[in-house]
C-alpha cells in the first residue's frame, strides 16, 4: 500500500458560537479548505449528522461549488439510526447526495456499526444496498465505521467481508491496546480480511494532547516532535491505513498536521515502544482503577456492563469527548443505566480489583445523568 494521506473530518470544524454545532465558521473553515487543497492534500470526510446535519452543506459551499469534482474525495455515511426499513437507505442517500451537490460519492459508510444498529442496517438490508450503490455508480468504495468489539467486527467482516471495501476504525496509539476500542485487534482482523482501513480519532478528538504537565514533560525529553505529530504518525504506519483522519478546528492545526504528511516518516520501534510506555502513564491518570477482567458481569441481576461504564467515565473525566456520551446512552438502552443498580453487592465479592462497584456505578450515573 501507499503512504496514507491526511484526510480533512469535517465533523470539528470551527464554530462561531462553542455551544452551537450548527454554527460553522464559513470563512476559517474557507481558508482550512484551500490551505489544506493548496498543500496537495484532497480527502474529506463527513457524515449526515455532523454539525447539527450541517457539515454536508458547508462542503458544498466551501468544495464543491468551487473546484473541479475529479480535484478532491468525499466519503459520506448512512446514518444507521435513523433506518426503519430497506427504503430508507435511498431515501437518505438522496439526501446526502444533495446536500453535498454531488452524484456520486468516492466513499459510502454505514455508519456507527455496533451491537445495537448492527441490527437496523441488517433490517433495512442496507449491506446489499451499498453493495447495489457501488455497481449502480453512486459510490466508488463501499464500507462500515465501526465502534464495537473484536467479535462483532469478525462477525460482520465474516458475513459481509466481500463487501465491504474499506473499515473507518478508531486508532490511536492509546487505544491500541485499549479493552473496549481494541484498535490493535481490529486492526489486525482487516489485515487478515484484506480490508482497507481509514483511521478516527488519531488523537482522540484532539485530546491526547491535552495531558497532564507530567507527561508533557515526558513527551518533550523524547522527542523535539509534537504529541500530535506522533499520534498521527503512529496511525498513519500501521498497515493497510489508506486514509488517516483528522478533525480540524483551526488552520493552525491544519498547517500542523499539513507538515506531518508532507515530510511523512513511519515511527519507529523504538517510538512505538515510547508512545506504548505514554499509552500506560497516561492510563494512570484515570479515574477508576479497572483491569477490564469481567469477572463483575457474570452475576449481575441487572445486566449492567459494569467495565465498559468504568472506561467510559475515564475517558469522560478527561477528555470530555460527545461520543462517550453517546456510547454510554447507547449501552444503557441496550443493557442498563448504571443507575439501575440495586446495591446487591455480588460483584464486589468477585471483583479482581476490590473495587466499591455500587459507589462507583452512582459516580458513572451522576456523570452522564441517568
Ligand atoms: S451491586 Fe449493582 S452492579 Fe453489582 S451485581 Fe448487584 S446490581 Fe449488578
Ligand atoms: S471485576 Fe472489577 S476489575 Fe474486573 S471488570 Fe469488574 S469492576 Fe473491573
Redesign the pocket.
Known sequence: MTQATLGFGAMRLPQTDDSNPASIDMEEFTRMVVYYMEQGFNYFDTSYAYHGEKSEGALKKVLVERYPRESYQIANKIPTWLLRDEKDNDKLVDVMLERLGIEYFDVLFIHNINKALINLAEMANSFEYIKKAKEEGKALKVGISFHEKEELFEEVLEKYGDVIDVALIQLNFMDWHDQRIQSKKIHSLCVKYGIEIQVMEPIKGGTLINVTDDIKKQFEDYSDDSIADLALRFAASQENVTVVLSGMSNLEQMKENCETFKNFEKITPQDHKFLMKMAREIKKTLAIDCSFCNY?LK????N?P?PDFFNLYNSEKLYHLESNVDLYNTSAKVYAPASA????????EICTQQLD??AL?KDVAELFGR
Do not use: N
Not at 443498580?341 to 464486589?348: M, Q, W
Open positions: 463483575c452475576d449481575c441481576e441487572m449492567i459494569i443498580c440495586s446495591e446487591c453487592g455480588k460483584c464486589v462497584i455500587p456505578l
